[in-house]
């Protein structure tokens, strides 16, 4: 009986070793998204203070942000 139950408090200390670093990998990627997300943003910002229109600034934002967020806003609108 002892074993078995050693056994299961191994398996379940392993089970959340696994998902707390499966966790961190996720975190880390979420990180990476939202930087990529936030240059591209800056980008489009340094766009509109060059001068060129809203629709120009908004396809290169649309290219920069494409597979990262939802929307064809990069996760942002706001009201113009």
Known sequence: ???VLLALVFLAQAATLSI???SAEETK???ARHRA???????????????KGEDVCNKELQAACKGLAIGKF???KHEH
């Open 1 to 3: 009986m002892k074993k």
């Open 20 to 22: 707390a670093k499966e």
């Open 29 to 31: 990627q979420d990180v």
């Open 37 to 51: 997300m936030a240059a591209a943003h800056e980008a489009a910002a340094k766009c509109r203070e060059s001068g």
């Open 74 to 76: 990069c996760g942002m």
